[in-house]
């Protein structure tokens, strides 16, 4: 793998395209990975301190959260270019896609809420407040419900429609 030997976090997989997409946190990159032919396809800089990333094929971008800026990047797929910043949030951290209302959900680890981002215009629409940390998530798309455990509180389930 490229780059120094710090620190890796989330990973998302496009498995259309047998690319893996890796946040390389301490170094600052999203590493692109050619799952089929085992090899880095791109190593692209300027993540500052990127946690989150997932892969959303349909859309044909990749989101990653640029924590060092309070933001999340759309990236775009083909070209590797980054397309937006959405922000500010101020930790964002795991990611999650909802197809149904193409939605993405960050979890504000210091914020204590989830950040909701509208892909078509790629802007901060709503925080949902989680009333502690927001940890990582699962979702369950076709129920368009996501899973947000809280450090803080019991657990909850909160419906995106």
Request: hydrophobic share 40%.
């Amino acid at each position: 793998m490229p780059g120094p030997a710090v620190r890796f976090d989330y990973q998302s997989l496009d498995a259309s395209q047998e690319r893996l997409y890796i946040a390389h946190m301490n170094a600052n990159q999203l590493v692109v990975f050619d799952t089929k032919k085992r090899e880095v396809v791109a190593n692209l800089d300027g993540f500052s301190r990127v946690h989150g990333v997932w892969a959303v094929p349909e859309l044909g971008r990749v989101y990653a959260s640029v924590t060092g800026e309070h933001k999340v990047a759309a990236v775009d797929m083909k070209t590797l270019k980054t397309l937006a910043l959405s922000g500010p949030i101020n930790y964002p951290d795991g990611i999650a896609y909802a197809p149904g209302p193409q939605r993405v959900f960050v979890s504000d680890e210091h914020g204590n809420v989830d950040a909701v981002i509208d892909t078509k215009t790629n802007s901060l629409v709503a925080s949902i407040p989680l009333g502690g940390g927001a940890g990582t998530r699962s979702t369950i798309p076709v129920l368009a419900t996501f899973w947000l455990p809280s450090t803080r509180r019991t657990s909850l389930w909160r419906s995106i429609r």
